[in-house]
């Protein structure tokens, strides 16, 4: 009895030597992965890598990974030359095979969303357009609320305006419905509904063109494609699905 107790208790303390050693080097990994990912990138900040799955080493002897996260910040979204803040990129990699020699892997599967706030949505918008919150119907639609005033709108598409005009205008404010949607390459638009009638005639389509407009998500990687947009009170959340998807080496 004797000799198998000491039996049992090397096998724990071997146990916890490879349990140790086995998160010391899925945490170095973790490390090394969020490098690359920044330097790939050209992020601002480090990315979050998580390796999930157990024991660690045994997946790297086998050349392929359960599920990986990666979570990003400082990751950009572009409008009319304009940059703004995505507030959180995040990605689900499973199935993760890595090559030979370990220089780069692809994803069997993988999951993405973004995330972007009506305040940074507004810094991409045309000059004078404010975006935010619809309410929650309108928000089930897929839709947010544009407005902004007329005349800030209407010079901010070089639109001169002579001064009488200006006068009647001033204390307008434009209020429109837009649907956003996706086209499956990180590109979104808002398209207003409607726009209501303008008291002087002839602005309609400089108008449209203050309201509607397009931005393009960065950092998220090519094969997932971005499918689906849902929003909220904070702002708008996209999210999209891919399979074989390469990795940065």
Known sequence: MRALRIILIIVIVLGGIFVAADRIAVNLAESKAADKIKSSQHLG?????????????TQVAA????????SLSGVTATAGGRSVNV??????????????SFSSAVAGRAEGAA???????????????TVGYAGA????????KVDGPLTDLLEGQGVTLPAPVKALLRGQTVSAYSTVSLNGSGMVRLRAESLPTLPVPGFE???????DYELKIDGMPS???????????????????????PLAG
């Open 115 to 129: 995330q972007i706030s009506y305040a940074d949505l507004s810094k991409a918008a045309p000059k004078g357009a």
């Open 205 to 211: 389509q400089r108008l449209r063109k203050a309201v």
């Open 45 to 57: 900040s480090t990315p979050d890598v998580n390796i999930k799955g157990f024991p660690f080493l």
């Open 87 to 100: 507030t959180e990129v995040t990605a689900q990699l499973y199935a993760v095979r890595i090559n030979s």
């Open 137 to 144: 119907e309108r928000a089930a639609k897929g839709q947010v």
């Open 63 to 70: 050349k392929e990974l359960d599920e990986v996260d990666v």
């Open 223 to 245: 094969s997932i494609k971005l499918d689906k947009v849902t929003a909220s009170e904070s702002g708008l959340r996209f999210s999209g699905k891919g399979t074989d998807v």
